[in-house]
């Protein structure tokens, strides 16, 4: 588990049109605006009406210039917490197929492959809560009332 979670990460980019241009291009749904349902089009359109940063005035340089940015470290940095993120959400996935499989059919093959990942899921549970745990103590402003 990372030091920080996807969220975090989005909402430290400063430029906005970076922001938002990661949303849309992994169709991440944000608070506020539903980039995963914009076509190429609409996500121009919405940066264009002055939401994302001011009007865009050359499309294609716009466009050159978010894909140059999509091999930035930054950019990759932000797809490797979005793609752990999303790796938590599949491994809980399978593990309820495997354990349909193993108690179903009680194949021994499942069976093994669940208790494993019953272990895996405790150890990245682990990661989470310790790093719950950094949370809350930073959190503490160390007054004494």
Not at 30 to 37: F, L, N, T, V
Not at 114 to 119: E, F, S
Request: hydrophobic share 30%.
């Amino acid at each position: 588990m990372a030091d920080t979670t996807i969220w975090e990460e989005i909402s430290k980019i400063d430029n906005i049109r970076r922001r938002t241009y990661f949303q849309w291009k992994n169709n991440i749904q944000g608070i506020k605006k539903d980039y995963s349902q914009m076509t190429e089009d609409d996500y121009i359109e919405y940066c264009s009406r002055g939401w994302a940063g001011g009007k865009i005035s050359n499309r294609e340089q716009f466009l050159n210039y978010m894909k140059r940015w999509e091999s930035s470290p930054e950019y990759k940095r932000l797809l490797f917490l979005l793609k752990e993120d999303e790796f938590a959400t599949d491994m809980l996935e399978v593990y309820e197929e495997v354990k349909k499989k193993a108690i179903e059919d009680t194949d021994s093959q499942a069976i093994k492959n669940m208790i494993m990942l019953q272990k895996e899921i405790k150890k990245y549970r682990k990661s989470i809560d310790k790093y719950m745990q950094t949370e809350e103590k930073e959190e503490d402003d160390g007054l004494i009332l």
